[in-house]
Nanobody
Framework: QVQLVESGGGLVQAGGSLRLSCAAS????????MGWFRQAPGKDREFVAG????????YYADSVKGRFTISRDNAKNTVYLQMNSLKPEDTAVYYC?????????????????WGQGTQVTVSS
């Protein structure tokens, strides 16, 4: 059974940093693209960052470009999201997700497995 478990969320002041982790189990994810999404209260879930299976291709939403960095450690079956210079508008539940294919996509519907989410709250 495939499982994704996020951790690392919390409350931080504007300008601060957090690192989210997503540990995968149930299969080896080194051959598949992974991504991070977020959902703020009252809003649709949106793509934040993604990475191809090899790590050679990454893509970021314009709203986080230059502040967030996605990385993966295939040996640990784990993907990370380093978030710097956080803003109150980054407040959301953050989800990691994995595709069944190696290429990166940004559409939510392209991802087969999802974690339960971790709350990130940025105070002003």
């Amino acid at each position: 059974q495939v499982q994704l478990v996020e951790s690392g969320g919390g409350l931080v002041q504007a300008g601060g940093s957090l690192r989210l982790s997503c540990a995968a189990s149930g299969r080896t994810f080194s051959s598949y693209a992974m991504g991070w999404f977020r959902q703020a209260p009252g809003k649709d879930r949106e793509f934040v960052a993604g990475m191809s299976w090899s790590g050679g291709t990454t893509y970021y939403a314009d709203s986080v470009k230059g502040r967030f960095t996605i990385s993966r450690d295939n040996a640990k079956n784990t993907v990370y999201l380093q978030m710097n210079s956080l803003k109150p508008e980054d407040t959301a539940v953050y989800y990691c997700a994995v595709r069944n294919y190696p290429l990166l996509k940004i559409q939510e519907s392209e991802y087969a497995y999802w974690g339960q989410g971790t709350q990130v709250t940025v105070s002003s």
